[in-house]
């Protein structure tokens, strides 16, 4: 009865000195639970086809899960960018032709996975217009037009521009060049200028300025009056030109000759001469007169010397 007693005591006793911890009152240990490896599956750079407008981001997909550490470094042509350490660069710092690269890492360095996207090259960014203007100011019908455009490209291309005309809305077939001749307009008509740029490359966008009105063009005198006398009779045919086609108006002012009159609608001028008794100078005006009230004027100046 004795010896029974005994061994069940032992036996009691062993098992509990076997589910003791080593340290008396620290908590039991709890198994580990097992980690789920994560790794980089994919790395690319949006948009494809980027230029120095564009803000470029690199898209990561992951494998086994959500990393807690991610690390970016853009590279350009090969060598680190400074300070470039985040999802997305701005294309500002960039130039037409770089090769751009991301390099991305999970986990600690020297001790997480990296990879390295494939590389995109930043592309040409399209020239524009700054402004579109019509040289003269104030045109008439007998000036020719002449195009003064500013242009900017941010790849600093040269540029060059095509230009198109149009006459009150009406598109001036033929005519692409940086000048409009007079023939193409009269007065009154509203002319107006638009121009792309082109950089090598890619054309811009059309940028139309704010257009002229055809002002009055005055008129011109063409003739030559006669340098001498022939006789006591004077006769000079004034010819006049206006590039509006207006019917002109002739005048005479200032030291008219005694009895010289010029006709007003032919511009014909006839004086018969008095013989003065010295040698006299005359100098006088002819003046041709558009309805508009623009005026040509030709100065001419006679002497008569007595002969001896």
């Known amino acids: 009865m004795n010896s029974r007693a005994l061994l069940v005591l032992f036996t009691s006793a062993f098992l509990g000195c076997g589910q003791q911890s080593g340290n008396p009152g620290e908590p039991a240990a709890t198994p580990r639970s097992v980690e789920t490896a994560v790794a980089i599956a994919a790395v690319r750079i949006l948009?494809?086809?980027p230029t120095p407008q564009s803000t470029l981001e690199a898209q990561v997909r992951f494998s086994g899960g959500q990393p807690e550490q991610v690390a970016y470094q853009w590279l350009r042509n090969g060598t680190p960018l400074p300070g470039a350490i985040v999802t997305t660069l701005k294309g500002e710092q960039l130039r037409k032709g770089d090769f751009i690269t991301v390099q991305v890492r999970i986990g600690q360095p020297g001790r997480g996975e990296e990879a390295k996207s494939d590389?995109?090259?930043?592309?040409?960014?399209?020239?524009?217009?700054?402004?579109v203007e019509i040289n003269p100011r104030q045109p008439t019908s007998s000036d020719t037009l002449e195009a003064v455009v500013s242009g900017k490209d941010r790849d600093q291309d040269q540029l060059i521009y095509a230009y198109s005309w149009?006459?009150?809305?009406?598109?001036?077939?033929?005519?692409?060049?940086?000048?409009?001749?007079?023939?193409?307009?009269?007065?009154?008509?509203?002319?107006?200028?638009?121009?792309?740029?082109f950089d090598g490359a890619d054309w811009g966008k059309e940028v139309?300025?704010?257009?002229?009105?055809?002002?009055?063009?005055?008129?011109?005198?063409?003739?030559?009056?006669?340098?001498?006398?022939?006789?006591?009779?004077?006769?000079?045919?004034?010819?006049?030109?206006?590039?509006?086609?207006?019917?002109?108006?002739?005048?005479?002012?200032?030291?008219?000759?005694?009895?010289?009159?010029?006709?007003?609608?032919?511009?014909?001028?006839?004086?018969?001469?008095?013989?003065?008794?010295?040698?006299?100078?005359?100098?006088?005006?002819?003046?041709?007169?558009?309805?508009?009230?623009?005026?040509?004027?030709?100065?001419?100046?006679?002497?008569y010397t007595p002969t001896t």
């Not at 995109?120 to 020239?127: A, C, L, M, R, S």
């Not at 000048?179 to 121009?195: E, I, M, N």
């Not at 005048?251 to 018969?272: C, F, Y």
């Open 47 to 49: 948009p494809e086809r």
């Open 119 to 131: 590389a995109v090259v930043i592309g040409n960014t399209p020239p524009v217009v700054d402004w």
């Open 166 to 197: 149009a006459v009150n809305g009406e598109k001036v077939i033929g005519q692409n060049g940086s000048s409009l001749d007079k023939r193409y307009f009269r007065r009154g008509d509203r002319v107006q200028l638009a121009a792309t740029p």
């Open 208 to 303: 139309t300025g704010a257009g002229v009105t055809i002002r009055n063009s005055p008129p011109t005198i063409v003739s030559t009056p006669p340098e001498r006398f022939e006789s006591l009779s004077y006769r000079y045919q004034v010819k006049a030109e206006d590039a509006d086609g207006d019917p002109l108006r002739f005048s005479l002012r200032g030291n008219v000759p005694s009895g010289m009159k010029i006709d007003e609608a032919t511009g014909v001028l006839e004086w018969q001469m008095a013989v003065p008794k010295e040698a006299t100078t005359w100098e006088y005006e002819v003046v041709a007169q558009d309805p508009e009230g623009l005026k040509s004027v030709q100065k001419i100046t006679l002497k």
